[in-house]
């Protein structure tokens, strides 16, 4: 069946310093979302990229989704401490109903 | 409009004890999904509902029942509580109208514990 690998696991950075999660996918993907889960909350849709290639941009955080449409990534520019949290992609390939989450990235942000 | 609601927030349960977890949304989504997360696993998809009057296996199913009471409403059930279902459970919808977007809309889960 379809996989999503997410990496890193964990990331931890000093304030102010960028970070980047990778979603992989065995196959290849009709979209990909990315989630936001603050500790001890539940994820929130931050964007979803469909085009081959698409980049998105939401104020520090851009989105890229790979030209093959297998891969995506997710980079925080200076961080800050209110991006504290875990970042989960989620890929749909065409002959499944339903999206395939990644285990997620757990950022964490030391002031 | 409270978007996905679930009850309750927090349980606690003996092994063998049966509960249902609840949830409802009220944005008219087709849509909904029930996950369990456990730290370093993910979101797991435990059953999910396409529409009303249907249900699915997911990726983890043994030891839960579904019901899609309607389009409003789509509960979990443990009849029989292990301590291996100590986790959070969260409740997710999606319109499912438009295929160009899988927007998931979680409620803000319920964590149980098993003893």
């Known amino acids: 069946g379809q996989q999503v690998m997410q990496i890193p696991q964990y990331q931890h950075v000093q304030e102010g310093e960028d970070f980047t999660t990778y979603c992989n996918s065995s196959t290849t993907l009709s979209n990909i979302q990315w989630y936001k889960q603050r500790p001890g909350g539940h994820p929130v849709f931050l964007i979803q990229l469909v085009k081959s290639g698409e980049v998105k941009k939401q104020k520090r955080l851009t989105f890229q989704f790979g030209e093959a449409k297998k891969n995506s990534s997710l980079h925080i520019t200076a961080t800050q401490t209110t991006d504290v949290g875990t970042y989960f992609c989620a890929g749909r390939s065409g002959g499944s109903y339903i999206p395939t989450f990644g285990r997620g990235t757990s950022l964490i942000v030391h002031p | 409009n409270a978007g996905v609601t679930q009850t309750p927030k927090f349980q606690v349960l003996k092994t063998g004890q049966s509960m249902t977890l609840q949830c409802a949304q009220d944005m008219n989504h087709n849509s909904m999904y029930w996950y369990r997360q456990d730290p370093g696993m993910g979101l797991r998809l435990i059953y999910y509902?396409?529409?009303?009057?249907?249900?699915d296996k997911g990726e983890v199913p043994n030891g839960y029942n579904v019901s899609r009471l309607n389009k409003r409403e789509f509960s979990l059930r443990l009849e029989s509580a292990a301590p291996s279902q100590t986790s959070v459970y969260f409740c997710?919808?999606?319109?499912?109208?438009?295929?160009?977007?899988?927007?998931?809309?979680f409620g803000p889960g319920t964590r149980l514990t098993v003893l």
């Open positions: 509902s396409a529409s009303e009057g249907t249900t």
């Open positions: 997710a919808s999606r319109a499912l109208r438009d295929t160009s977007t899988d927007t998931q809309y």
